[in-house]
């Protein structure tokens, strides 16, 4: 694609995503934000004086954003971060403390939490976290759902839910253990403590450390490699990747073979295989 033809690509897709971000703030009544820096999506946790809290709008407006940015080919990865001065401090307890008295209602949010958490864990979309100040439970849940993890050198992860007698019912007693060494999500889990940045890295919960002032703009750095990538090259290998985890080995490798195949005899991988042969970079619609 030429400049001029990427220029003008961008410019009729602007009103497109104008409205995607009026309709995110409408429906989280302006708790989530979209901003967009070139093919990069920043979808903003915006409830500062709430640490970001994450209720029942957050989540509606979470959705919807990774929803409709999978639908714009303009859109090549999202980074999800918090506005003020923290990622997110969990789950909103005042809204979840009004509706545990009623096992229905409660097992209702839960279904809801989940199915919203799902859609950022599939997105064909990579998704980056930019975590700063702290994440916690909910929140901390909300990280192990994205495809990669920057944190800031002050940042500290950890699931406070033992702290209060509650539950992690966010998904963390699951994934955490799948991310993780068993122990080591056992004790974040039982115990409530929070681990610094560098533990998160030597975990594995994170890819990259980054000063604090920095999440963001490092996070965008990642979003704009992956974005000069094969969008339909990701998607492959993040349906692989998930489908495989829980599988034995050959029978994983089968789904794997199932989807090369389709990618690989697919519109993409003939760009690249062209701009091999011509000793060029691939530029990907």
């Not at 610094?196 to 920095?214: C, H, I, K, Q, R």
């Not at 490092?218 to 492959?236: D, F, G, N, P, Y």
Request: proline content about 4%.
């Amino acid at each position: 694609m030429s400049e001029q033809s990427s220029e003008q690509h961008r410019s009729a897709a602007e009103p497109r995503l104008s409205a995607i971000s009026d309709t995110v703030s409408e429906l989280s009544d302006g708790q989530v934000l979209l901003q967009f820096d070139g093919p990069v999506a920043h979808v903003i946790l915006n409830r500062a004086a709430k640490m970001n809290a994450i209720n029942r709008l957050v989540l509606a407006g979470v959705r919807t954003a990774v929803t409709l940015l999978n639908q714009q080919p303009g859109v090549r990865a999202i980074v999800l971060r918090g506005a003020g001065k923290s990622f997110s401090a969990g789950g909103d307890l005042g809204e979840v403390s009004e509706i545990t008295n009623d096992a229905a209602a409660f097992s209702e949010f839960l279904d809801y939490w989940h199915a919203s958490l799902s859609v950022v864990e599939k997105s064909d979309l990579p998704t980056i976290a930019a975590v700063h100040g702290f994440a916690f439970a909910g929140g901390f849940e909300l990280t192990q759902v994205c495809d990669f993890v920057v944190v800031g050198d002050q940042t500290v992860l950890g699931d406070q839910h033992a702290n209060y007698g509650l539950f992690p019912a966010g998904g963390s007693t699951q994934r955490l253990p799948r991310q993780i060494p068993e122990r080591h999500a056992k004790w974040m889990l039982m115990s409530g403590e929070g681990i610094a940045a560098d533990t998160a890295l030597s975990y594995g919960l994170a890819n990259v450390v980054a000063p604090e002032t920095e999440v963001v703009e490092r996070a965008q750095q990642m979003a704009e490699v992956l974005a000069t990538k094969s969008a339909q090259a990701s998607a492959a290998i993040k349906s692989a990747v998930a489908l495989g985890r829980d599988r034995p080995l050959w029978d994983a490798i089968e789904l794997e073979r199932e989807i090369a195949v389709r990618h690989m005899t697919g519109s993409d991988a003939r760009i690249g295989f062209e701009a091999f042969r011509g000793r060029s970079v691939p530029v990907f619609g």
